[in-house]
């Protein structure tokens, strides 16, 4: 017995209703169909052991092409796509509040039911196209959350010359006008 999950209104687990406990991750990720037992009665289960390694495993490979990165191969990404060295403080703080320079990450649903994607957390509804491209960075989100950040600090600097660090909500709450990382590598 180690994982507890949840399936809201009652559901018994299934692929379709499970979810990890405290987690974000997507329905179909706990139980699996496999035989639970009854944890208590408010709906709540304790999976098999086997069920638990399949989690850890399934979670990993949902990041597996994500990656973070240190500061100063930020530095040489940002320099290379040939941001202004005066910006690099501020792209580094951005990278850093936004995803904790994973490029992996996926944060949302937001109140509007968007995701953002990637180490700058680049909004769904606006910038890119869930499975295909489009948005105004004509990209296909997926393409956001890999190890290869060339299309997502484009995207990035697209939205920096539209709104500014200001249409990032941790710039603003956490870079703009504090102490910014060193960009000195």
């Known amino acids: 017995m180690c994982t507890v ?4 209104g009652g559901q018994t687990p299934t692929a379709r209703c ?3 406990a405290g987690s974000a991750l997507r329905p179909a990720v706990a139980c699996c169909h496999l035989k639970v037992s009854r944890y208590s009665n ?13 989690l850890v495993v399934l979670m990993t490979s949902l990041t597996v092409d994500g990656k973070r990165f240190s500061r100063c191969e930020l530095v040489s990404k940002f320099t290379q796509h040939q941001i202004p060295q005066s910006q690099l403080r501020d792209w580094l703080c951005l990278s850093e509040k936004e995803s ?8 949302g649903p937001n109140k509007n039911g968007s995701f953002d994607y990637g180490i700058f957390q680049i909004n769904g509804k606006y910038w890119c196209k ?34 500014g660090f200001s249409a990032w909500v941790a710039w603003r709450n956490k870079c703009d006008g504090k102490t910014l990382p060193s960009a000195t590598c």
């Open 5 to 8: 999950v949840w399936c809201p």
């Open 18 to 20: 499970c979810f990890a």
């Open 42 to 54: 408010n709906h709540r289960y304790v999976c098999s052991e086997l069920t638990a390694v399949f």
């Open 100 to 107: 904790g320079m994973n490029s992996g990450k996926v944060g």
């Open 130 to 163: 869930k499975g295909k491209k489009g948005g105004d960075c004509n990209i296909n989100c997926d393409d956001l959350i890999d190890s290869n950040i060339d299309d997502d600090i484009e995207c990035a600097k697209k939205i920096y010359k539209r709104h």
